[in-house]
């Protein structure tokens, strides 16, 4: 059975703090990887994808992968309530098309 | 990245009724999905839409509670059928690349009494 295991939180920061989510994965054969933002009462909004091991930065966010490790994570730098919200982790195996999403990191900025 | 509609946003159904979810993309995509979500849970992933052909189920759900179609690139449904309340939830279509990265619709919010 392929897993995605996160951290359920809540996980509180102040405002302008980092946030640090993390997620770990079971398939070896894993090829992408991506973290999805979900407010309360939205639907799954895509935020970053990550490929290759190393760190990819867009903006506040940079997502980090270890393949070795089984290991990505998720870094909001100087965090705002508006990043509250749940942060879902997504891996790609590397045949087929399924995706298999973590149960989700809730994350709470505190103004 | 692809803008996704659907409906209806919300329903409430009776039981042993059924309901077809509506999914339109606005570009031709590779891959659709439907998913569940009850509130505070995860996605569950119900099934793989493919075009002209039958769905992809997976564990747990079956053609004849979940008929789902996919008669082009851009559009997708999904039935729930003989409602019970066990299927109240919030489901949810996403068009996929082939890269893997998905866009989700915003969602469908089904009660059923």
């Known amino acids: 059975q392929k897993e995605v295991e996160q951290n359920s939180g809540p996980l509180s920061v102040p405002e302008g703090a980092i946030a640090s989510l993390n997620c770990t994965y079971s398939d070896r054969g894993s090829q992408s990887f991506f973290w999805y933002r979900q407010y309360s009462g939205k639907s799954p909004e895509l935020i970053m994808s990550?490929?290759?091991?190393g760190d990819k930065e867009d903006g506040r966010f940079t997502a980090q992968l270890n393949k070795a490790s089984q290991y990505v994570s998720l870094l909001i730098r100087d965090s705002q309530p508006s990043d509250s919200a749940t942060y879902l982790c997504?891996?790609?195996?590397?045949?087929?098309?399924?995706?298999?999403f973590g149960a989700g990191t809730r994350l709470f900025v505190k103004a | 990245s692809a803008v996704i509609s659907q409906k209806p946003s919300r329903d409430i159904c009776q039981r042993g009724t059924s309901l077809t979810i509506q999914c339109q993309v606005d570009s031709q995509v590779t891959m659709m999905f439907w998913y569940r979500q009850q509130p505070g849970q995860s996605l569950t992933l119900i099934a793989t839409?493919?075009?002209?052909?039958?769905?992809?189920?997976e564990s747990g759900f079956v053609i004849d509670k979940f008929p789902i179609s996919r008669p082009n690139l851009t559009f997708s449904t999904l039935t729930v059928s003989n409602m019970s309340p066990e299927d109240s939830s919030i489901y949810l279509c996403?068009?996929?690349?082939?890269?893997?990265?998905?866009?989700f619709g915003p969602g469908t919010r089904l009660t059923v009494t």
């Open positions: 839409a493919n075009q002209g052909s039958e769905a992809t189920y």
């Open positions: 996403s068009a996929g690349t082939h890269s893997g990265e998905q866009y």
């Open positions: 997504a891996v790609k195996g590397g045949g087929g098309f399924k995706t298999i």
């Open positions: 990550i490929y290759s091991n």
